[in-house]
């Protein structure tokens, strides 16, 4: 049986995060036989934003990175690598989000050592079973270390709903392979499936997650930070996401990404089948934490079956994006960061050519001003509104 561990965290104060963190390594149990003296540990970091400091909930917090590679240097005498490839496309992004995030500062610090996927070798990923991707690059480091320590932020996600353990992976893919993939899955459904491909490729062997200040709303990038006060830690990242979503009042197996997952049997997403340690889930669950706009889609899965969901979702109700004119400072970040090409500005406003836009978020996810609107069909605006009417969710 899988166990997710839980412990309390009231804030980023370096002792109180430590203590958490090795109390949820603690309770997980088998780290000794995993990590030995000597070995080359990688913290595979969640670093979207390139601009947005820690306070903003975007990114894995640094004091959380601070404390595990003080534990893994000090506790497990292991080589500490802290890597990832950012949310932009942009060339420059990832070195800038390692200062962004002050990671740079702990790597001076420490001696731990940083690794830009976007600069690193990559090797090449072939699985003829991938529901989506049957072949793709990844960061060389994923694979040459000893141990991969995934550290994701919890967060929602208006392509995915929700957004933690399994996602997380999706950043070994270094930034031009990223596009790639979302243009291979241009619709909510298949980026999902192509989630967990990424996911089955690189399992991490321990995932620990920042749920200490979280992102509700309209995540992973235009939400708000909200206090959680959690460490979430697990071998199994299937049932981590499980249980994290489920603290944040979701229906884990309502999430595309943890049930395909859970389908494909890359871990436990059975609620009631994963040994929960440390803390009881009933009483740190954030009952009103406030849904993506998406997540209509958890309330219309009540009452539709699925087959007949995702073809009306991914048919009618994909969104489409477009500008909020007032907030836009005219940056361009949005159309350098397009993968289908369906952002201009020809004459400086940006414009967005909805034939072309597959609805995949990569320009919300880079807007710091919250201009990036995802706009819905009638269906999906229909579905929004009886789910607001009804209270059944509480959407941003
Ligand atoms: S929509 Fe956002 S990212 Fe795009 S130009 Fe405007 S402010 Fe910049
Ligand atoms: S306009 Fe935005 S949502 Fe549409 S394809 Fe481009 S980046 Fe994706």
Redesign the pocket.
């Known amino acids: 049986m899988s166990t997710v561990a839980i412990s309390c965290c009231d804030n980023y104060e370096l002792e109180k995060v430590n203590i958490a963190t090795k109390r949820c390594l603690s309770l997980i149990g088998n780290i000794e036989t995993l990590v030995k003296p000597g070995m080359k540990v990688l913290l595979k970091l969640n670093l979207l934003s390139a601009s947005l400091g820690p306070e903003m909930a975007v990114n894995t917090h640094p004091t959380v990175i601070r404390a595990l590679v003080d534990i893994f240097q000090n506790d497990y005498e292991c080589e500490v690598y802290i890597g990832d490839s950012c949310g932009s496309l942009r060339t420059g992004s990832t070195d800038k989000a390692f200062r962004v995030t002050q990671i740079d500062k702990i790597a001076k610090d420490t001696g731990a050592i940083i690794v830009n996927f976007d600069k690193d070798e990559t090797i090449d990923i072939i699985n003829n079973n991938g529901a989506i991707l049957k072949y793709f690059k990844i960061a060389k480091t994923v694979k040459s270390t000893d141990v991969v320590v995934s550290v994701p932020k919890l967060k929602t996600h208006g392509l995915t709903r929700y957004t933690g353990a399994i996602k997380n992976m999706f950043g070994s893919i270094p930034a031009n392979g990223k596009k790639n993939v979302h243009l291979q899955a241009p619709k909510a459904r298949l980026m999902a499936q192509a989630l967990v491909d990424v996911y089955e490729a690189v399992q991490p062997h321990i995932t620990i997650m920042d749920a200490i200040i979280g992102m509700e709303g309209n995540g992973p990038n235009a939400g708000d930070p909200r206090k959680v006060g959690l460490i979430i830690a697990s071998n199994d990242g299937v049932a981590l996401d499980a249980v994290a979503s489920t603290i944040i009042g979701f229906d884990p197996i309502k999430v595309p990404i943890i049930k395909y997952a859970y389908e494909r049997e890359l871990g436990t997403a059975d609620i009631n089948n994963i040994n929960i340690v440390g803390e009881e889930i009933n009483k740190i669950t954030v009952a009103d934490f406030k849904k993506p706009s998406s997540s209509a889609q958890d309330f219309a899965s009540k009452y539709i079956p699925d087959f007949l969901l995702a073809k009306m979702f991914d048919n009618s109700c994909t969104s489409v994006s477009s ?1 909020y004119e007032p ?9 350098r960061n397009c993968p289908s090409g369906a952002m201009s500005a020809p004459n400086g406003k ?1 414009l967005v050519d909805e034939d072309k836009c597959i609805g995949c978020f990569c ?1 919300d996810e ?2 710091n ?1 919250k ?2 609107v995802m706009k819905r069909s009638f269906l999906g605006r229909t579905f929004l509104k009886m789910a607001e009417l009804l209270g059944v969710e509480r959407l941003q």
């Open positions: 500008v907030n836009c400072t005219r940056c361009y970040e949005c159309i940006v320009c880079v807007c001003y201009a990036i």
